[in-house]
Each structure stands twice: as structure tokens, then as C-alpha cells.
T-cell receptor, first 117, second 116 residues
Framework: GAVVSQHPSRVICKSGTSVKIECRSLDFQATTMFWYRQFPKQSLMLMATSNEGSKATYEQGVEKDKFLINHASLTLSTLTVTSAHPEDSSFYIC?????????????FGPGTRLTVL | AQKVTQAQTEISVVEKEDVTLDCVYETRDTTYYLFWYKQPPSGELVFLIRRNSFDEQNEISGRYSWNFQKSTSSFNFTITASQVVDSAVYFCALSEADQAGTALIFGKGTTLSVSS
């Protein structure tokens, strides 16, 4: 099956700093990427949807100026958490759907665990 | 509106017991997809199954089986002869069928603990 990687897998940062998380589709072209957030012991919640070459669509309640998403190529999307605060500590997971993949097939990355001190 | 309900928050069983995880969904779409994922402590989602709304056949894969019933909007997951390695959080999810691809709506998850 298709492979999606995320980097870094784990990051600890100080409050007020920005953190960039990369999501890459390794063996297919990802026309659409989704970013989810999962707080401890909770479910995955969609943050935003990004299509290559266009602006991301954010879910209600997600600040687009705080969570910057860039999907500049068909194999890479990045999520930047700007001015991170402890409440942004969470598990961030991307998923991709791409050209040549099956009907509504989505492939998840392994996730990035962000801890903001 | 679409919604996925996993009423069981936590289930504890002893090895070799059978266990069924319930999933009830809501959607107005006639075409949709249902999924089950396993999330071990590492956090990485492990894909288990995808089923489209036109395929109501039950499926069996080893110790895993799924019962899809449109009449009750349920997509239940049974593990037969559970093992300690089955301990994880299990998520049921729903998505619309859309050419552009749509995100998954997840249930709250069921934490399964299997003891030896």
C-alpha cells in the first residue's frame, strides 16, 4: 500500500516557538491531504484539508493563522504551529489521498507528538 | 450531519474471550464508506477494514470479523479468541464518497484491554 511519512515523530518545544511538521507521500502523488489532531484519550478531529496548489480549508474553531498549512507539491504538506502554547500539545496526524489510489482510500502518517513546555 | 457513535468507552476481557466492539453511524448520504482502525500505544493508526455502503456482506479476516447492517446503521467488529496483542484503542470511522476525497469522521474510540 501507499506510504505516508511524518517528520518529526516527536517534538518538544518551548512556549512561544513555532514548530513545523512535514507530511510526505512516498510512493504516490497526494492531491489532497488532511490534518487531524488527537488530544490524549480522545478521538481524532479534522483540523484542515489541503489540496495541492490551493489554500487549505479549515474546520470550524481551528485558527488558520495559528496552524499554517502549505501543500506546495504533490508529495509534501507542512503544518506549522505558530507561537505554540501548552494547550497545543497533542498528537498530529496527516493522511493523504492521491492520484491512482483507490476510491476514498486514505493513507495515514505515523503521527507527530508535540509537547509544548 | 454525519456522526459515528462508539458507545463502549472501555472493554476489558481475558485472553481467549470473544469481544464485539459496537459502531453506529449517521449519514444522509446513500454512498459512503465505513472504516475500522486500531491504534496501539505507539499512536500509529493501523487500517483494518474499509467497507462501502453497497456492500453489506459480512467479512472475516482471521480472528477479525465485521457485521455491517444498514437497517440498523451499524458496523460492528468482533475479535474472536482475543489476545493480549489486541489491546489497543479501536476507532470506527465514516466518510462520504466523493471524487475529491473527504476526511474521515471518527467515533470516540473503544479502549480494549485484554489480560492474560
Amino acid at each position: 500500500g501507499a506510504v505516508v511519512s511524518q517528520h518529526p515523530s516527536r517534538v518538544i518545544c518551548k512556549s512561544g516557538t513555532s514548530v513545523k511538521i512535514e507530511c510526505r507521500s512516498l510512493d504516490f502523488q497526494a492531491t489532497t491531504m488532511f490534518w487531524y489532531r488527537q488530544f490524549p484519550k480522545q478521538s481524532l478531529m479534522l483540523m484542515a484539508t489541503s489540496n495541492e496548489g490551493s489554500k487549505a480549508t479549515y474546520e470550524q474553531g481551528v485558527e488558520k493563522d495559528k496552524f499554517l498549512i502549505n501543500h506546495a507539491s504533490l508529495t509534501l504538506s507542512t503544518l506549522t504551529v505558530t507561537s505554540a502554547h501548552p494547550e497545543d500539545s497533542s498528537f498530529y496526524i496527516c493522511s493523504s489521498r492521491g492520484l491512482g489510489t483507490g476510491d476514498n482510500e486514505q493513507f495515514f502518517g505515523p503521527g507527530t507528538r508535540l509537547t509544548v513546555l | 450531519a454525519q456522526k459515528v457513535t462508539q458507545a463502549q468507552t472501555e472493554i476489558s476481557v481475558v485472553e481467549k474471550e470473544d469481544v464485539t466492539l459496537d459502531c453506529v453511524y449517521e449519514t444522509r448520504d446513500t454512498t459512503y464508506y465505513l472504516f475500522w482502525y486500531k491504534q496501539p500505544p505507539s499512536g500509529e493508526l493501523v487500517f483494518l477494514i474499509r467497507r462501502n455502503s453497497f456492500d453489506e456482506q459480512n467479512e472475516i479476516s482471521g480472528r477479525y470479523s465485521w457485521n455491517f447492517q444498514k437497517s440498523t446503521s451499524s458496523f460492528n467488529f468482533t475479535i474472536t479468541a482475543s489476545q493480549v496483542v489486541d489491546s489497543a484503542v479501536y476507532f470506527c470511522a465514516l466518510s462520504e464518497a466523493d471524487q475529491a476525497g473527504t476526511a474521515l469522521i471518527f467515533g470516540k474510540g473503544t479502549t480494549l484491554s485484554v489480560s492474560s
